[in-house]
């Protein structure tokens, strides 16, 4: 709008050179009629210059609003209060979002858009599936290892006469039993509960 004004701006800049010259040239015309004719040669041009200016001024950019952490539904009715449309056209799996919530956004948060821009999102579809490993057989630290491995955690550790092990006893622990059972796909972060038998320590001594 403001390169509108400076060029009606220009324009009667031009327009009064134009009046000056037809004043030295026009002798023998009676001044009224001169008058007049410049009168009307800068009226016209000011009244247009006048007309733009009092227009209101449109704008067909829009920012681009985070949707980030928002539910898809919650995503969609930002974009279209900011007259931007919409679209997933991805998902992935999140270890700390919930199901449906969008992860990533393009365009990025407050980037200059037109108006109707697409604006694509990615949401989480929950947590990455685990497979629980095979851990009868091994020593309990090795068990330990293997479930953080994998992302999940250690659940209850149990002795086969149905009590908790002391700390001596997971030390020289060999895994008997587990739950889940190995191959169970599980979500990340479950716990998994070991039954698990004392071993004697080993003697250092011949």
Do not use: H
Request: hydrophobic fraction near 45%.
């Amino acid at each position: 709008m403001l390169s509108g004004l400076y060029f009606y701006l220009l324009y009667v800049f031009v327009i009064c050179l134009v009046a000056a010259l037809l004043v030295n040239r026009i002798k023998s015309i009676r001044p009224l009629w001169t008058i007049f004719t410049i009168a009307v040669i800068l009226v016209v041009p000011l009244g247009c210059l006048y007309f733009f200016s009092t227009q209101p001024i449109s704008n067909d950019d829009a920012i681009v609003p985070n949707i980030i952490g928002l539910s898809s539904g919650e995503a969609e009715s930002v974009l279209d209060n900011a007259q931007l449309a919409a679209e997933q056209i991805s998902s992935a799996y999140a270890q700390n979002a919930q199901p449906g919530e969008v992860l990533s956004q393009w365009p990025e948060a407050g980037v200059k858009v037109k108006l109707g821009r697409l604006v694509t999102y990615t949401v989480a579809v929950g947590q990455l599936p685990v497979t629980v490993p095979d851990l009868v057989g091994r020593p309990y630290s090795q068990a330990e290892q293997l479930i953080l491995s994998k992302g999940l955690t250690v659940g209850r550790l149990e002795l086969p006469d149905g009590k908790n092990p002391s700390p001596e006893d997971v030390q020289n622990a060999k895994v008997i039993s587990q739950s889940p059972s190995p191959e169970t796909v599980v979500k990340s972060g479950v716990s998994v509960d070991l039954g698990i038998i004392a071993l004697p320590a080993a003697d250092d001594t011949n």
